[in-house]
Nanobody, 115 residues
Framework: QVQLVESGGGLVQAGGSLRLSCAASGSIFSINAMGWYRQAPGKQRELVAAITSGGSTNYADSVKGRFTISRDNAKNTVYLQMNSLKPEDTAVYYC?????????WGQGTQVTVSS
């Protein structure tokens, strides 16, 4: 089992920045990729950014150049640095990890960007 706990969400004005953190515990040795997803009201959950155990990253087109995903293996933590935030980035952000067989999810953290 893997437990994921997100933190760092909040209210920010458009153009501002936030950094989300996702702390992993449990059988983390099995995790080979981590990602951040978001879900806005009335919309489907979408992938924002992902990072593999080897450090390869990919991003949704809507956040490229503004968001950066990174990981600190010593702290078992994945980060999402979000810059130049826009009102359309408002959503609940979820951390996810996969071992290729199961997907693990955190409880989510709310990000609200005011115009």
């Amino acid at each position: 089992q893997v437990q994921l706990v997100e933190s760092g969400g909040g209210l920010v004005q458009a153009g501002g920045s936030l950094r989300l953190s996702c702390a992993a515990s449990g059988s983390i040795f099995s995790i080979n990729a981590m990602g951040w997803y978001r879900q806005a009201p009335g919309k489907q959950r979408e992938l924002v950014a992902a990072i593999t155990s080897g450090g390869s990253t990919n991003y949704a087109d809507s956040v490229k150049g503004r968001f950066t995903i990174s990981r600190d293996n010593a702290k078992n933590t994945v980060y999402l640095q979000m810059n130049s935030l826009k009102p359309e980035d408002t959503a609940v952000y979820y951390c996810s990890g996969t071992d290729g067989m199961y997907d693990y999810w955190g409880q989510g953290t709310q990000v609200t960007v005011s115009s």
